[in-house]
């Protein structure tokens, strides 16, 4: 599956809408609760979206890179940021101007097509969070994140087809589960060679049998 990123020869419309700031690594963009007053677009770097709870707990909801727009509840009129957002490391954003950027799509067929895209894909992404949350046992969430990150290889976020950048800490943290529990099941895959690890890489080597274990008879929810 072709990752969907708004193309270079697009990048002066949102240089018009609006303007450039720049974040160092670790730096909050916007908090959970926030206002949406506006629609970012990721010139340089990446940034990480979380959601976090009254306990301090944080849930890693995605790593966004070059190419995309962060902010979409700002289309919504009196819209509440749901996600915090943080760089991850150097980071440039151009700050938008919605309504010079509703001038902009009505004149390019071309950039409302890719923000269309990217609206959709935002959507699909969050009917796969509530389902790995909600449906899947701790095996199944593991093997459908790598599954749904490999099948949209991003050179800007070192995702390949077949391997992830990421520490079982990281992927601990995205997926909202125990590191021992993810160290276990990356264990016993490792064991009987359905994928393949070392710092900061997760190699898959059997995506038949990852495939296999998201069939509906494959598992059930567990803690």
Same mark, same amino acid.
């Given at each position: 599956?072709? =990752?969907?990123?708004? @193309?270079?020869? !697009?990048? &002066?419309?949102?240089? $018009?809408?609006?303007?450039?700031?720049?974040?160092? @690594?670790?730096? /909050?963009?916007?908090?959970?609760?926030?206002?949406?007053?506006?629609?970012?677009?990721?010139?340089?770097?990446?940034?990480?979206?979380?959601?976090?709870?009254?306990?301090g707990?944080?849930?890693?909801?995605?790593?966004?890179? +070059?190419?995309k727009?962060?902010?979409? /509840?700002?289309?919504?009129?009196?819209?509440?940021? &749901?996600?915090c %957002?943080?760089?991850v490391?150097?980071?440039?954003?151009?700050?938008?101007?919605l309504?010079?950027?509703? #001038?902009?799509?009505?004149?390019?067929? #071309?950039?409302?097509?890719?923000m269309?895209?990217?609206?959709? +894909? /935002?959507?699909?992404?969050? %009917?796969? =969070? !509530?389902?790995? %949350?909600?449906?899947?046992?701790?095996?199944? $969430?593991?093997?459908?994140?790598?599954?749904?990150?490999?099948?949209?290889p991003?050179?800007? $976020?070192? %995702?390949?087809?077949?391997?992830? &950048?990421? /520490?079982?800490?990281? !992927?601990?943290?995205?997926?909202?589960?125990? +590191?021992?529990?993810?160290? $276990?099941?990356?264990?016993?895959?490792k064991?009987?060679?359905?994928?393949?690890?070392?710092?900061?890489?997760? +190699?898959? =080597?059997?995506?038949?049998? !990852?495939?296999?274990l998201?069939? @509906?008879?494959?598992?059930?929810?567990?803690?």
């Amino acid at each position: 599956m072709e =990752q969907i990123k708004i @193309p270079e020869q !697009l990048y &002066p419309y949102f240089e $018009k809408a609006g303007y450039s700031l720049k974040y160092e @690594p670790g730096q /909050t963009i916007y908090m959970q609760g926030d206002v949406a007053q506006s629609l970012y677009f990721i010139k340089e770097g990446r940034v990480r979206a979380f959601c976090t709870t009254k306990s301090g707990r944080e849930m890693t909801f995605e790593i966004v890179g +070059r190419g995309k727009i962060i902010g979409e /509840t700002s289309f919504l009129s009196h819209g509440i940021y &749901p996600v915090c %957002v943080e760089a991850v490391n150097q980071v440039e954003l151009l700050v938008c101007n919605l309504n010079q950027l509703y #001038d902009f799509m009505e004149e390019s067929k #071309d950039l409302m097509k890719v923000m269309m895209q990217l609206l959709s +894909r /935002t959507c699909n992404h969050l %009917v796969e =969070q !509530l389902r790995r %949350v909600t449906l899947y046992d701790r095996y199944q $969430k593991i093997a459908s994140f790598l599954l749904y990150e490999t099948e949209m290889p991003d050179s800007d $976020k070192g %995702v390949t087809k077949d391997s992830i &950048p990421y /520490t079982q800490e990281e !992927l601990a943290m995205i997926l909202g589960m125990n +590191r021992v529990t993810v160290s $276990k099941v990356l264990g016993e895959w490792k064991k009987g060679g359905i994928i393949s690890s070392s710092y900061k890489k997760i +190699r898959i =080597q059997d995506r038949n049998y !990852l495939k296999e274990l998201l069939k @509906p008879s494959a598992g059930s929810v567990d803690s």
